[in-house]
């Protein structure tokens, strides 16, 4: 069974950065034979995509509103993918969430099979 555990939230002022990280375990086939993804939620609001990266050739995709500011990526050896957020905004301000799927990329919460339990992320000065 796949278990995910996310680190690395706190709060931040306006314009700082944070590294969340998604330590996996009980992936037998390795990482990378997951697609990867990091969702948000926050308070009155849906749980959103907000980057994956992808099970086949470690492509990476960010929603519009973090591109430039958020870089996904992998590693495989220590089977933990990394969520670097820098120049944050107060909308930033969520719960973030790992979640691994068996397939290929997606941005829809319903498409993945396994979650972890959530980062807190607050950006305010």
């Known amino acids: 069974q796949v278990q995910l555990v996310e680190s690395g939230g706190g709060l931040v002022q306006p314009g700082g950065s944070l590294t969340l990280s998604c330590a996996a375990s009980?992936?037998?086939?390795?990482?990378?034979?997951?697609?990867v993804g990091w969702f948000r939620q926050a308070p009155g609001k849906g749980r959103e995509g907000v980057s994956c990266i992808s099970r086949s050739d470690g492509s990476t995709y960010h929603r519009d509103s973090v591109k430039g500011r958020f870089t996904i990526s992998r590693d495989n050896a220590k089977n933990t993918v990394y969520l670097q957020m820098s120049s944050l905004r107060p909308e930033d301000t969520a719960v973030y969430y790992c979640?691994?799927?068996?397939?290929?990329?997606?941005?829809?919460?319903?498409?993945?099979?396994?979650w972890g339990q959530g980062t807190q992320v607050t950006v305010s000065s």
């Open positions: 009980g992936v037998t086939e390795g990482l990378d034979y997951y697609t």
């Open positions: 979640a691994a799927r068996a397939g290929g990329v997606g941005d829809s919460p319903s498409a993945y099979d396994y």
